[in-house]
């Protein structure tokens, strides 16, 4: 079965610096994977996906992620954080079935930014 | 152009009762996934419904039943409710062709005392 991790329970940073999550994935073949953000209270947003092709992936928020093959990650970056980035991010890896397409997700990274 | 919607927003029920969540997805999608938080955890995925039926099931107790109507809103029922029910209950909805890129509602906050 699938699984994820997400090594950083919380991560500070300054305003302005840049950020990078961590994100490594266990699955015998090429999943396709995701990066949610949850403000407090709130539900989940997709910032960006990967499912094929180039392996660097935009997203919202001026957000990106790299798909490393030979090391199962998935790192979320960002050059440079804002106050209103602070959130709680999830990682997900979905896997393709006839069955459907649930998604696993890590345990999540709390981004505390610092002014 | 309304997005996923939850209801309630807030529950409390008591040890061993019934509870019912509901959700209405995203216009012009037709399938719903449920998802339990835990406090301080990553969602975990509990069934997935598609033309009325359960598509895919998590790792959860028969406790956790639901249902999609016609007009693919859905609901989640949990029988015999235990103190670790408690959580954030998440629907997510999708296009069947497209069924991993879901859009999450707010989510129901359950509480069990």
């Known amino acids: 079965a699938q699984s994820v991790t997400q090594p950083d329970i919380h991560i500070t940073v300054s305003e302005g610096a840049s950020l990078e999550l961590r994100c490594n994935y266990s699955?015998?073949?090429?999943?396709?994977l995701f990066w949610y953000v949850q403000s407090p209270g709130q539900g989940l947003q997709l910032l960006l996906k990967y499912f094929s092709g180039d392996t660097l992936v935009q997203g919202i928020k001026g957000f990106e992620a790299e798909f490393k093959r030979s090391q199962s990650s998935f790192n979320l970056r960002k050059p440079s954080v804002h106050w209103s980035d602070a959130a709680e991010y999830f990682c997900?890896?979905?896997?393709?079935?006839?069955?459907?397409?649930?998604?696993?997700f890590g345990g999540g990274t709390r981004l505390m930014v610092k002014p | 152009d309304a997005g996923v919607t939850q209801s309630p927003t807030h529950l409390i029920k008591t040890r061993g009762q019934q509870v019912t969540l509901r959700c209405s997805p995203k216009?012009?999608?037709?399938?719903v996934s449920w998802y339990q938080q835990a406090l301080g955890q990553g969602p975990q995925f509990i069934f997935q419904y598609y033309e009325e039926e359960e598509r895919q099931r998590g790792n959860f107790p028969d406790r956790f039943s639901g249902h999609q109507f016609p007009n693919y809103s859905s609901e989640l029922n949990v029988n015999a409710l235990l103190l670790g029910d408690s959580a954030l209950y998440l629907c997510?909805?999708?296009?069947?062709?497209?069924?991993?890129?879901?859009?999450f509602g707010p989510g129901t906050r359950l509480t069990v005392t």
């Open positions: 997510a909805s999708s296009q069947i062709r497209q069924g991993y890129e879901q859009y």
């Open positions: 699955y015998g073949a090429t999943p396709y």
């Open positions: 997900a890896v979905g896997v393709e079935n006839n069955a459907g397409n649930m998604l696993t």
């Open positions: 216009s012009g999608h037709d399938t």
